[in-house]
């Protein structure tokens, strides 16, 4: 596999940040020769994914590398959380305290990976980044988190190069729909989690977040089983920051988290508009075309149940296209035609190729009326899932769409027009966010003075206002490693 100059950028820089980080704590952790003996540090990856249980969809990765010292450091949340303790009596004279800092990145993509176009009715594709200053305290039965960050969503974040390489490394279909993702944005994020333990068995968790990427509450119970060690819980997934207890004993359990979370803003959800051409490109093109019928076409009830209604599958739809046009031609022909401009250019399953074809042979076509058509054929028929829609293709089918046009060169203009609207960068789109989502994630935890390991999973209701054909509900797998120092 090649990696591109960009992707090799991005892995140095992440390798040069780990080492400075390295460096740079180790020179802090020796500042004072006081420290407790437990005051060590440590080094933490967290890499979350749900092709692990069978899927790929909706938040589908996410990593991030920590590192931390157990003790005060000099961070911002560090000063913020011990000027909390410090005016706070319920807060004061914590156990330990911990801070660190960290990189993470989440990935977010629709159902469909293969069409090339908006996919409406599901999640748009996302990616975030953050880089982020987190402390924790803890007490005999409890612990208090705060974490800042600062970050960015969008093109820059380098989702789809980080998604096309780990699809190439199992060999999945590359993802086509990246180029629609939500645009470019800063942002910051304040998080808070705090945890209360009646026991060592049964807890509680309360999550605050509020910033531009995420301002939600998440509530709920913690349950574990096994050799318990530690007072408090850790965290337990990558949106919980909260570290391993520094506990000098080995400890292995299970555990089980049941939340409810309520949301009022998610970034990852919410774009730039619907995806449709913006008023000032269609009204150039009601002008461009206002003697023809193609203009009648742009807001007509073909956009909405052909176009947008994407909750109906692919021949549904395909037969209110041709009821609306009305087209005297081969069936095959015109369901090419169809594919290429409403349905993503989505790659065609082998028993469909043989019906097109053999439809496409049985009719007598002009072919004056098709330039290319031999072209057009074989590359909208033979595109494989791991390549992208051609733009040819797709520009000789808006030829076809409009050639009953008596107009050739309105035709052709409209067809030119159409296609640069949907490749400048403006059919980006956000969908209803709910409010309230329910979660239940599970694990093993086994942890000692010198290293941690985990394995969870975590099943939740959908973040947004889904199409009726979406699953109502997500999975993923989580794999945490530790190294203690």
């Avoid at 920051?241 to 089980?256: N, V």
């Amino acid at each position: 596999m090649l990696i591109s100059s960009q992707n090799r950028f991005i892995l140095r820089l992440l390798f040069i940040t780990s080492l400075l980080l390295f460096y740079v704590s180790a020179i802090f952790a020796n500042d004072t020769e006081n420290e407790k003996k437990s005051s060590k540090q440590i080094l933490r990856l967290t890499w979350e994914n749900d092709v692990f249980l069978l899927t790929d969809r909706e938040y589908t990765n996410g990593i991030r590398v920590e590192y931390g010292v157990y003790k005060k450091w000099y961070t911002p949340s560090s000063f913020a959380l011990s000027g909390l303790t410090s005016i706070i009596p319920y807060l004061a004279n914590p156990s330990y305290h911990y801070s660190g800092i960290s990189g993470l990145q989440t990935l977010q993509t629709p159902t469909n990976l293969t069409r090339s176009d908006i996919v409406y009715g599901e999640r748009p594709y996302s990616s975030l980044g953050l880089t982020t200053s987190s402390s924790t305290v803890w007490w005999n039965k409890s612990s208090l988190g705060l974490e800042f960050g600062l970050g960015k969503i969008g093109s820059d974040v380098q989702g789809k190069s980080v998604q096309t390489i780990i699809h190439k490394l199992i060999q999945a279909p590359i993802p086509q729909g990246w180029n629609s993702q939500i645009p470019n944005r800063n942002g910051f994020q304040i998080n808070m989690d705090h945890k209360y333990f009646w026991k060592k068995e049964i807890g509680w968790q309360t999550g605050v977040k509020l910033g531009t990427f995420d301002t939600s509450l998440t509530i709920g119970p913690v349950f574990r089983w096994g050799k318990i060690s530690s007072p408090v819980s850790h965290g337990t997934l990558l949106n919980d920051s909260s570290p391993i207890y520094p506990t000098e004993e080995s400890e292995m359990y299970f555990w089980i988290r049941p939340q409810v979370k309520y949301q009022s803003l998610n970034a990852t959800l919410q774009g730039t508009g619907k995806g449709l051409p913006d008023s000032s490109n269609l009204n150039e093109l009601s002008n461009l075309v206002s003697q023809t019928q193609p203009n009648s076409l742009i807001g007509s009830p073909l956009y909405s149940q052909v176009n947008d209604d994407r909750d109906a599958n692919s021949m549904t739809r395909f037969l209110v296209y041709e009821e609306f046009l009305h087209q005297e031609t081969s069936k095959g022909l015109n369901y090419l035609i169809f594919n290429s401009i409403f349905n993503g250019g989505a790659p065609i399953d082998s028993g469909a190729k043989s019906l097109i074809l053999y439809d496409i042979s049985n009719h007598n076509l002009n072919r004056a009326d098709y330039q290319f058509l031999d072209y057009f054929i074989l590359d909208t028929l033979s595109r494989s899932e791991t390549k992208a829609q051609n733009i040819f293709s797709k520009y000789i089918a808006y030829q076809y769409l409009f050639r009953n046009e008596p107009d050739n060169k309105s035709s052709l203009a409209l067809a030119s027009a159409l296609l640069i609207n949907e490749k400048d960068g403006n059919q980006r789109y956000g969908v209803e966010l709910k409010h309230l989502q329910g979660k239940i994630a599970t694990g093993f935890l086994y942890n000692n003075s010198d290293w941690y390991f985990q394995i969870a999973a975590e099943v939740s209701t959908l973040e947004y206002k889904a199409a009726t054909s979406v699953l109502p509900y997500h999975r993923y797998a989580s794999l945490q490693m530790g190294k203690k120092f």
